[in-house]
């Protein structure tokens, strides 16, 4: 089975450009996350979904980040305008509630490296 | 709100014993959690362990569970070069799947 897809893997951008980044989730998953990774702060948590739903959008930096996931197969995540700060690894996961014996388990997708000049 | 923490980093030579420590808050955790991070890749779990479990083996991977002290360990044996990447601690205390990630520890496996 195909795992969690992102795309572009790396993208480099000037400061003030609009950067999308996109992901595939796991077919039936119905979890959906983005992550950002820096060396200062770790693995943030920026924002999920339930079953295409925002849930918890608490840790979205600021107004020019946002997220979408217009079905269950697709979702964005958009800077714009970007800014140096915002050079990261970006994650995407996904993840499904079993019945009964639901572990948590999250899968992780390769990430987006994102360099701001 | 909830908070993991781990040190940033361990070195240990081929073939000894790693431990990498992990501290929560959260007294409703369900899951807690061991992922491996290998240089760029996404986060793979390892392996996790139930709240009223103390310990779980897995062939060299040994999960300790302190919950009183809100304490997580994960030794692996006979560290290879291969296990050489961040390792994050992670909890799960159920409702929306939401899961928290502690800083990640660096293992540095020296051969």
């Known amino acids: 089975d195909a795992g969690v897809i992102q795309s572009p893997r790396h993208e480099v951008t000037e400061m003030g450009q609009e950067v999308t980044l996109r992901c595939k989730p796991i077919s039936g998953h119905d979890y959906l996350f983005w992550y950002r990774q820096t060396m200062m702060r770790g693995l943030e948590l920026l924002i999920y979904f339930n079953n295409n739903v925002p849930i918890d959008d608490s840790g979205m930096p600021e107004d020019r980040f946002s997220a979408k996931m217009p079905n269950a197969s697709f979702s964005t995540l958009k800077i714009q305008p970007s800014e140096p700060r915002d050079s990261a690894v970006y994650f995407c996961?996904?993840?499904?509630?079993?019945?009964?014996?639901?572990?948590?388990?999250?899968?992780f997708g390769e990430g987006s490296r994102l360099t701001v000049l | 709100g909830e908070d993991v923490e781990q040190s940033l980093f361990l070195s240990v030579r081929e073939g000894d014993s790693s431990v990498i420590n992990c501290t929560y808050t959260d007294s409703s955790s369900t899951y807690l959690y061991w992922y491996k991070q290998e240089p760029g890749a996404g986060l793979q779990l390892l392996t996790y362990?139930?709240?009223?479990?103390d310990m779980k083996q897995d062939q060299r991977l040994t999960v300790l569970l302190n919950k009183k002290d809100k304490h997580l360990s994960l030794r692996i044996a006979d560290t290879q070069t291969g296990d050489s990447a961040i390792y994050f601690c992670a909890d799960y205390s159920g409702g929306y799947q939401k899961v928290t990630f502690g800083t990640g520890t660096k293992l540095q496996v020296i051969p």
């Open positions: 996961a996904s993840s499904f509630l079993r019945a009964g014996a639901n572990t948590g388990e999250l899968f």
């Open positions: 362990i139930f709240s009223n479990m």
